[in-house]
């Protein structure tokens, strides 16, 4: 069975900064794209950053919504199985729940989430 576990999650200042995990179990991370969305109170959930398989033509590349690119940074440990969401100069706009999700064949996995709270 594949199961996705996102943590890491947190309160912290505006400004600081928290590493998000997305591990998974039941298959083999690397061979599939991740991405990272994100869920406000009250808004719909947005995509933040997604990452391709490392066997993919792209090789592991990687891409941002423009309110996070320059600040986010996600990355891959193939040895543990995790797709990591590295958050710097954290906003409050940044709150949210955290998700990372991945596609195997004809479904869509979402983990539980995790939360992010950015007090000013």
């Known amino acids: 069975q594949l199961q996705l576990v996102e943590s890491g999650g947190g309160l912290v200042q505006s400004g600081g900064s928290l590493r998000l995990s997305c591990a998974a179990s039941?298959?083999?991370?690397?061979?599939?794209?991740v991405a990272w969305f994100r869920q406000a109170p009250g808004k719909e959930r947005e995509g933040v950053s997604c990452?391709?398989?490392?066997?993919?033509?792209?090789?592991?590349?990687?891409n941002y919504a423009d309110s996070v690119r320059g600040r986010f940074t996600i990355s891959r440990d193939g040895a543990k199985n995790t797709v990591y969401l590295q958050m710097n100069s954290l906003k409050p706009e940044d709150t949210a729940v955290y998700y990372c999700?991945?596609?195997?064949?004809?479904?869509?996995?979402w983990g539980q989430g995790t939360q992010v709270t950015v007090s000013s």
């Open positions: 999700n991945t596609v195997r064949g004809p479904v869509l996995y």
């Open positions: 039941g298959y083999t991370l690397d061979y599939y794209d």
């Open positions: 990452i391709s398989s490392s066997g993919s033509s792209s090789g592991g590349s990687a």
